[in-house]
């Protein structure tokens, strides 16, 4: 999994990174970056990583200010100080709003949200399901019963 952290405090970049390495040693960070105008440059110029790890408040303004210039429709994790931002973040592609500090936990289920929504689905096994339908179609009736006729036992065979 490729990700992009966009956060302004160099503390919070190395915890996020440190916090996604404990996660998964595999994923790869592509860059932290401090800036609206540092984001909007990278991702114009560059192919868009997998995730965003996303702050708010950024140096030069606020992250939403990024996808009025570029167009992202990938997952993003909103990690933030500031909780009256959140309607505003599910407006995007957002699936998580990490409230900082972050911790593991937080961030863990974000990411295990993340794996559960692009892990493809199982395959729908149709011919296993014929089959099934086959043999509840396939149901044998009796075709003799023993039946009384007044004082008389007779069998009557159906065809």
Not at 2 to 11: A, S
Not at 30 to 48: F, M
Not at 134 to 159: A, H, N, P, W
Request: hydrophobic share 40%; aromatic share 14%.
């Amino acid at each position: 999994m490729k990700v992009l952290i966009i956060e302004d405090e160099k503390i919070a970049q190395e915890r996020l990174s440190i916090l996604l390495k404990q996660y998964d040693e595999n994923i790869e960070i592509l860059k932290c970056i401090d800036s609206v105008e540092d984001a909007v440059d990278w991702l114009s110029k560059n192919e868009h990583p997998d995730i965003l790890l996303l702050d708010i408040q950024l140096a030069d303004g606020y992250s939403f200010d990024i996808f009025k210039q570029v167009v992202f429709d990938k997952p993003i994790i909103f990690t933030t100080a500031f909780s009256n931002y959140t309607l505003d973040a599910f407006k995007y592609f957002s699936i998580d709003y990490l409230i900082k500090p972050i911790s593991f936990e937080s961030l863990k289920a974000a990411l295990d949200k993340y794996h559960r929504i692009t892990s493809p689905s199982p395959r729908f096994d149709y011919d296993n399901f014929s089959k099934i339908l086959q043999q509840l179609t396939t149901t044998e009736y009796k075709d003799r019963f023993l039946g009384r006729i007044g004082q008389k036992l007779s069998f009557m065979v159906m065809y």
